[in-house]
């Protein structure tokens, strides 16, 4: 019998799923296919090595969320106190005046946004030009997959447009370029209900969260709230934490 | 940060569904009163005891996921304290440390085996995997992690990551694993070779 990659997911992690004979059978090729023992053992130690990765990502979020300083303490003479002083006051006046949008409206930005990855299927993306277009995407050259979308775009059907328009958006918002990422996310909007329009309305809303522009922000995160998708929740924690 | 009231259900079907950023209020909200507990009753460091708590975090996220933890009967704070305490024990057992039978004591029967079966990563196979892991692309990266880390189903990622259906998103789960295996043996057999 071939035991797949799924067959030894379930043996590794829901044991539940698979019968005592199967269990009992596929041990025993175990013990006589040497070849598969390794593949057993790989496939452990790739969900091991899989989780250990998150734990430590997980572990450095949480050692950011609140991080322990650790206070040198210096001594200064009376002319160094007084320059610090100084500096802190030029520092903090500065800040007033300097930082617009708000902390908390930054943060909270910084905290959900992420680019969107490619879910566009290979078999899906057409010619080839298109192709090119979310393979620059995927390697992050934002500024030609731009250029590759856009001229896409001109001879796209409308119903191909919104993962054009889409991808566009987040290539702009990596770039920092909020008005096209908006103006794209809004043609998304514009088009036909598809598997586009919640990501859209969710960047959207980071988007005017970015420009500190909490009530549109808020307008979009209440729309993502009854929509009854996965963006639902994030709306909401996004939304309490406003 | 503040949270008024815990709503425990709610807290384990967010962290079921792959939010950290429950975890990390959580982590925070008993932060400063773990390490001061741990410092005074263990004698451990303000780092050691942070480590500890951190670790305690991902235990009790890691039983949750995989089903070890349903439903909670003592509240939030007493099950995270009661699996730190264990680390803690275990961390001082291990540093060959005097113990007062005093510290073992009345915790949750279930926290205490639950931070001992859990096993962090630690051969040099998946120490490697985990560097591998890093540099993956998305959706790969995102794929993995909701499957094997967050438990989710096919078909909840399909619906997470806006895929058409369960079986596009398993096609890729196999390919993208076939490529590390591929890697893993590659760079085994470049080791022999060295050998």
Known sequence: MEYDQHFIDNYLRQKH?????????????????????????????????????????LKEKLKEANPSTSLKVFSLNQNQTIAVAASLVLLI?????????SLSSEQLYLSYYQAYPNIVEPAERGQENIQDAYALYE????????????????????TEKAPLHFYMAISAM????????????????????????????WYLA??????????????????LQGSNSSYAQKATDLFEAL | MTIAFINKKKLIEQIKQGNEDALVKIYVRYKSEFIGWSVKKFNLSHEESEDIYQDAILVFRNNIVSNKLIELNSSVKTYLFAVAKNIALKKINRSARQLSDEVVD????????????????????????????????????????MYYYQNLSMSEIAEKLNYK?????KAQKVRCMNELKKMVRDLCLKDDLKD
């Open chain 1, 17 to 57: 799923l698979l019968t005592s004979e199967e269990i009992a059978s596929f041990e025993a090729h175990v013990k006589e296919n040497k070849a598969l023992a390794e593949e057993l053992r790989l496939q452990e130690d790739l969900i091991l090595g899989i989780n250990h990765f998150f734990d430590k990502e």
């Open chain 1, 206 to 223: 980071l988007l005017y969260l970015r420009n500190n522009n909490t009530e549109k922000a808020e307008e979009e995160l209440k729309i």
């Open chain 2, 106 to 145: 009345k915790e949750p029967a279930t926290a205490k085996s639950d931070a001992i079966d859990y096993v962090m990563a630690d051969n040099e196979r998946q120490k490697l995997i985990a560097n591998m892991i890093e540099k993956l692309k998305e959706p790969n990266r995102s794929i993995l992690k």
């Open chain 2, 165 to 169: 259906n369960d079986k596009v998103v």
């Open chain 1, 139 to 158: 390697k992050g050259d934002y500024a030609k997959a731009i250029e590759k979308f856009e001229s896409q775009l001109a001879n796209s059907q409308p």
């Open chain 1, 93 to 101: 006046v500065a800040g007033f005046f300097l930082f617009k949008p």
């Open chain 1, 174 to 201: 990596e770039l920092n370029d909020l008005p096209s990422a908006e103006e794209n996310l809004l043609k998304v909007l514009e088009s036909e209900k598809g598997r586009f329009t919640n990501p859209a309305r």
